[in-house]
Structure formats: C-alpha cells, structure tokens
C-alpha cells in the first residue's frame, strides 16, 4: 500500500488566493498527484518477479529561510516569496517547474506538458506557452557547472486545467545510477509554491507529478 509523503499535511504555506487552484488533495494548494510510490524498507521481502518496481522516496521540503536569502540551484523557494532560485538567473514566471541536482554526469530530464497536451521541448515552446529555459548540464558554458533543468511559463494569463510532469533519471554506459541520487524538484502556480527531494535508483528512475489550476471564474461564480 501507498503511504502519502511525509508531512503532507503542513507542506504548503498559507497563501493568498487558494481558490484559484484545483485541489488533487485535500491537504495542500497544489493540486498534487504522484504516480510513484515510496520504496519499500530495506527489510520488505523481496517483490516478485512480476510486480511493479518500486518507486522513488519522495520527501517534503519546508522554506528555510522565510524573508532571507534565496539559494541558488536548489529549485527551492527558500524565503517563501513564490519565485523558485530568483537572482541566480533562472527565468521566471507564474507557472514554474525546476529540478537540481549535484552530479552534472548524470542526466535528467523535466518533461512538462501543458494542459492542451503539448510538450514544452528543447527545440519549441509547448502550445500554451511553457519553455525549457534551462537545460542543464546540456548547454555547457552557459550552465555555470550547475546541474538543473527549469520549465517557465512565458505569458500573462495562467492556462487552466491539469498540467503533468515527469522527471527521469537518463542512465547510459557512461552515467549509470550506481547510488541513490538525490533530486531537488520545486513548483510554482500563481500564488502557491512547493518543494521534494526526490530520492531514485537504479530501479527507480522516474516519477510522474500532476498539477491542476482551477477556473477562477467558474469557481467564484454563484450557482444559479
């Protein structure tokens, strides 16, 4: 059985306008989805051949330092002021996904479609306006080092509805996922952040994440 992440139910600060977002749980203002189970104890018994890997560990990260400065390259929103790494020149925008982490010969990828089911990739902007602004370590000189990928929205208006994600671990001859790699994932709607450490393996290399934003003005329509 599936537990939820731990600390669930304080992962999310209070914010202004809740209503704008669909909720996926009852406990936050992202509506969440996670695809991935948590790994099991070192002591379960072994899976059988036939089951489902195990999914990768997903913990949930609080702000570190309300109203102080931001670190650079921890797609974190650490002074809760809903821009993810602001000043480390990362591009921002009202609907914002990031992933970090701290080997850069190792690959992964945010894959992120909008709500039209439009990919943002490498090479075009997602139908509703998303960008892979930051592809790193990919982009060389341009990355500063740094391992992180980040996907912004470039409009002024927020597209409603269900936004998927999936972050994959890329393993090859020579980047094989010999230990545990610890993933630092953030996101961004309109008024609300929230940001996982997302541990995976060698047999648990990807998790897929779902993010709804309701229609404000359907939701604060009277009913008739």
Request: with cysteine; glycine share 8%; aromatic share 4%.
């Amino acid at each position: 059985m599936c537990r939820p992440p731990l600390g669930a139910d304080h992962d999310v600060r209070p914010l202004r306008a809740r209503r704008s977002l669909a909720l996926g749980l009852s406990w936050g203002v992202l509506g969440l989805t996670l695809t991935a189970c948590s790994r099991p104890a070192a002591s379960a018994p072994p899976r059988d051949a036939g089951a489902a890997p195990p999914g990768p560990v997903v913990r949930v990260l609080l702000p570190t330092s309300p109203g102080g400065a931001e670190t650079c390259f921890n797609a974190t929103d650490d002074n809760g002021n809903l821009l993810l790494d602001e000043g480390c020149d990362v591009r921002q925008g009202d609907v914002h996904f990031m992933v970090a982490w701290p080997d850069p010969s190792l690959d992964v990828d945010l894959l992120v479609v909008d709500p039209s089911g439009s990919l943002a990739s490498a090479t075009a902007p997602s139908t509703l306006g998303l960008v892979l602004s930051d592809d790193c370590p990919r982009a060389g000189g341009a990355c500063s080092a740094q391992a992180f990928e980040s996907v912004h929205l470039d409009a002024d208006d927020v597209p409603v509805g269900t936004y998927h994600v999936r972050i994959v671990v890329q393993t090859g001859a020579r980047a094989r996922l010999e230990r545990p790699l610890s993933v630092r994932f953030g996101a961004r709607l309109k008024d609300a952040t929230l940001a996982r450490e997302i541990e995976f393996s060698a047999d648990a290399r990807e998790v897929t994440l779902a993010f709804s934003v309701a229609d404000e003005a359907r939701v604060a329509s009277p009913r008739d």
